[in-house]
């Protein structure tokens, strides 16, 4: 299984970051498969963002649940994370994940105006 990010590396405070993750080697449908975002700064260390399960169900962690939507498109394997209203504290690299075994290689998100 191999996942790549994609998306801007720099967002101005307020606006919405948007990162995709293009996953090879499996189907996001798959029965039981949960796709996650986690992001990694030296202020919080590692930080469970939230997933999407094979059915399209999503869980979000509550310190950023309000801010965040995780959706997908099934026809690309794909699945995306929107984080709106970013701060500073919000810069981190950000990675899509598969069962903690299987990373992205992470993409650099700067928040700064």
């Known amino acids: 299984v191999q996942l790549q990010e994609s998306g801007p590396g720099l967002v101005k405070p307020s606006q919405t970051l948007s990162l995709t993750c293009t996953v090879s080697?499996?189907?996001?449908?798959?029965?039981?498969?949960?796709w996650a975002w986690i992001r990694q700064s030296p202020a919080k260390g590692l930080e469970w963002i939230g997933d999407?399960?094979?059915?399209?169900?999503?869980s979000y962690t509550p310190l950023l649940k309000s801010r965040t939507s995780i959706y997908r498109d099934t026809s690309k394997n794909q699945f995306t994370l929107e984080l709106s209203s970013v701060t500073p504290e919000d810069t981190a690299v950000y990675y899509c994940?598969?069962?903690?075994?299987?990373w992205g290689q992470g993409t650099q998100v700067t928040v700064y105006s």
């Open positions: 994940n598969f069962r903690f075994n299987y």
């Open positions: 080697g499996a189907s996001i449908t798959t029965d039981g498969y949960y």
């Open positions: 999407i399960g094979s059915s399209g169900s999503t």
